[in-house]
């Protein structure tokens, strides 16, 4: 239960950012007429996923509405990345700007927010940029551990606002896309007025928030004659300090394990929703003995001179169901090849020590 290493495959960076919008009936759609992708992923779809040709009809219900441009305009494109669980978010341009500022002026940015969802994690932004009505920022944001069950579920809050280093940020305008309107690795282009601020449903339902998402990695290495589990990253975690952010780790279990032995830990990562740990354990056991076993794997939250909160987990293992148990049977059917999934953290982990 001793080898503990950080592979190659692992060190390799992967940015952690979030990202996409959200519409409105007078959205005006267009489909990307250029390259195959989203601004900013030349060519290839991220992770290389090839992006196939735009779709040539408008939405039915798009429109324009007469006071349109009252508040400006937004050109940006979404691409959902369905192998690597991935929304990319390009922010374009916006176009005549409602005036902010006493110079008739903005300062102009861009603030992403998955909905339903009330978590930092679940909120990017662009730059700044000073003292234009016509903004280009041309800039792409990233939400990892999106699932297809999310973009059937979820929707995209675009807001454009104003800095204001003396006062609070102002708010210009927004647009909303539901990511159901998106088809898997096709980016779609949108070029929409912004609409006045729309109010966010509060009474919605509260099930429907998670306490995060995981990728884990499995490989039964026949080589080191154990299990090699690797924790890459964390996404959209709950937020358990009073600044809004997490001092996320995570500890790994094979169970049954009586006294223990079995338990490793990741280094702490400091206030962040969305962690990067690229760290992998080796379980020193033969492939058989597998089929008995399960995969304990809980998130906490680091706190000096406290206990540390427990923020979710996931247990993977023959009794489990779905990609849990998916996960786990393949990775047992597939002797040395690494298999990596995301899976959504829960609260309630039946038989595990939920304390640390």
């Known amino acids: 239960l001793h080898c503990v290493s950080t592979p190659a495959h692992l060190r390799a960076s992967r940015g952690l950012r979030p990202a996409v919008p959200a ?3 007078s959205v005006r759609e267009r489909k990307a007429l250029g390259g195959p992708c989203a601004r900013g992923v030349p060519g290839r779809g991220a992770h290389g996923v090839s992006v196939g040709p735009p779709e040539d009809e408008p939405d039915a219900d798009g429109y324009e509405s007469d006071d349109c441009t009252a508040l400006g305009t937004l050109d940006f494109s979404l691409l959902y990345d369905q192998e690597s669980n991935a929304l990319h978010c390009t922010i374009t341009k916006a176009k005549g700007l409602k005036p902010m500022d006493h110079n008739g002026l903005a300062d102009p940015y861009v603030k992403l927010h998955l909905l339903p969802g009330a978590s930092k994690a679940n909120k990017l932004r662009t730059k700044t940029l000073r003292n ?5 920022w041309n800039e792409t944001l990233t939400y990892y551990g999106i699932t297809d069950e999310d973009m059937i579920r979820k929707t995209l809050r675009i807001s454009v606002c104003d800095e204001d280093k003396f006062r609070h940020n102002e708010f210009i305008g927004e647009t909303r896309v ?5 088809k898997p690795n096709h980016t779609k282009t949108f ?5 006045k601020q729309l109010p966010v449903d509060k009474t919605e339902d ?5 306490r995060g998402r995981i990728l884990i990695s499995l490989k039964y290495s026949s080589q080191k004659q154990g299990l090699l589990v690797g924790i890459v990253r964390c996404a959209h975690l709950a937020a ?4 809004g952010y997490s001092d996320p780790y995570v500890k790994t279990y094979l169970r049954p394990d009586v006294d223990k032995k079995s338990k490793h830990k990741t280094a702490v990562k400091k206030k962040t929703l969305n962690p990067e740990f690229n760290e992998e354990f080796c379980y020193e056991i033969k492939h058989g003995d597998l089929a008995k076993k399960s995969l304990e794997v809980t998130v906490w939250d680091y706190d000096i001179g406290r206990s540390n909160d427990f923020i979710g987990g996931v247990v993977l293992g023959i009794n489990a169901k779905g990609e849990r148990l998916k996960h ?3 990775c047992l059917k597939n002797k040395d090849k690494r298999i990596e999934r995301w899976h959504t953290l829960t609260s309630e ?3 595990a020590v939920l304390s640390d």
């Open 23 to 25: 519409f409105p009936a």
């Open 132 to 136: 234009t009505l016509n903004p280009m």
């Open 178 to 182: 539901p990511l159901k309107k998106l």
């Open 191 to 195: 070029s929409i007025c912004l609409e």
């Open 206 to 210: 509260k099930s429907l928030e998670e």
């Open 240 to 243: 358990m300090d009073a600044n």
């Open 328 to 330: 786990w049977f393949d």
């Open 349 to 351: 982990l039946p038989g």
